[in-house]
T-cell receptor, first 112, second 117 residues
Framework: NAGVTQTPKFQVLKTGQSMTLQCAQDMNHNSMYWYRQDPGMGLRLIYYSASEGTTDKGEVPNGYNVSRLNKREFSLRLESAAPSQTSVYFC???????????FGPGTRLTVT | AQTVTQSQPEMSVQEAETVTLSCTYDTSENNYYLFWYKQPPSRQMILVIRQEAYKQQNATENRFSVNFQKAAKSFSLKISDSQLGDTAMYFCAFMKPPGGANSKLTFGKGITLSVRP
C-alpha cells in the first residue's frame, strides 16, 4: 500500500517547455487534488476532481490543465511553463465526503 | 470565501517546554472543520489534529491540543513537552463539511517552528 505517489520528485524546465506531473493513489479514493506550495503562501488549490470523470478549478488554475485518467490517476499538465510556476506541487486524495486528505511527497519544479 | 491567517512566521521553543501556535480564520459558514498540518523537512504533509466546529470540546491528540474559540474565529495549537522531532512548518487549514466541491482545504501561510535542544 503505497498511498499517494507522485512522479517526478524533481524537475527543471526551461520557459516554454511543457510537462505532465503524475499522481496515483491506491486507496480507492474518489476525490483527488492538486496544490502548489510557494514560500510565504501556504498551499493553494490548483484543480480538484471530486469523482472520476469530473474536474473543477481551484484557486489558482491559470496555466494548468488536469486529467482524471481513471479512479487512481490524476495528472497535472503545464503546457508552456513560466518562471511563476516554479513551486512545489502536491497531489492529495480523499474518500468522498471525508475530511482527511492524504498527501503525496511532492514534486519540486523549477522553471528557468 | 474563507480565509485563514497565521500571523507569526516563525517561533522557537526549548525542548520539553510548551508552545502555542496561533491561527484565525474568517467564514460565514456555521459548520466546518479546522486542521493543523505538520510539514517536516522531508516535505511530507502530516495531519496533526482536527476540530469539528459543531463540537464544543477542544480536540486533543497526545501532546497536541487545540484551543478552539468559535465566536472569536480562533484556532490555536498547543504543543506540550516539545521534542526535536516537532521542528517543522505548521499549517492551519479550513474545510467546509466534506462532500463534492466542498472537500477543499484552505491553508494559512504557515509558521516555522524550531525546537532548540
Amino acid at each position: 500500500n503505497a498511498g499517494v505517489t507522485q512522479t517526478p520528485k524533481f524537475q527543471v524546465l526551461k520557459t516554454g517547455q511543457s510537462m505532465t506531473l503524475q499522481c496515483a493513489q491506491d486507496m480507492n479514493h474518489n476525490s483527488m487534488y492538486w496544490y502548489r506550495q510557494d514560500p510565504g503562501m501556504g498551499l493553494r488549490l490548483i484543480y480538484y476532481s471530486a469523482s472520476e470523470g469530473t474536474t473543477d478549478k481551484g484557486e489558482v488554475p491559470n496555466g494548468y490543465n488536469v486529467s482524471r485518467l481513471n479512479k487512481r490517476e490524476f495528472s497535472l499538465r503545464l503546457e508552456s511553463a513560466a518562471p511563476s510556476q516554479t513551486s512545489v506541487y502536491f497531489c492529495a486524495s480523499s474518500v468522498a465526503d471525508a475530511y482527511e486528505q492524504y498527501f503525496g511527497p511532492g514534486t519540486r519544479l523549477t522553471v528557468t | 470565501a474563507q480565509t485563514v491567517t497565521q500571523s507569526q512566521p516563525e517561533m522557537s521553543v526549548q525542548e520539553a517546554e510548551t508552545v502555542t501556535l496561533s491561527c484565525t480564520y474568517d467564514t460565514s459558514e456555521n459548520n466546518y472543520y479546522l486542521f493543523w498540518y505538520k510539514q517536516p523537512p522531508s516535505r511530507q504533509m502530516i495531519l496533526v489534529i482536527r476540530q469539528e466546529a459543531y463540537k464544543q470540546q477542544n480536540a486533543t491528540e497526545n501532546r497536541f491540543s487545540v484551543n478552539f474559540q468559535k465566536a472569536a474565529k480562533s484556532f490555536s495549537l498547543k504543543i506540550s513537552d516539545s521534542q526535536l522531532g516537532d521542528t517543522a512548518m505548521y499549517f492551519c487549514a479550513f474545510m467546509k463539511p466534506p462532500g463534492g466541491a466542498n472537500s477543499k482545504l484552505t491553508f494559512g501561510k504557515g509558521i516555522t517552528l524550531s525546537v532548540r535542544p
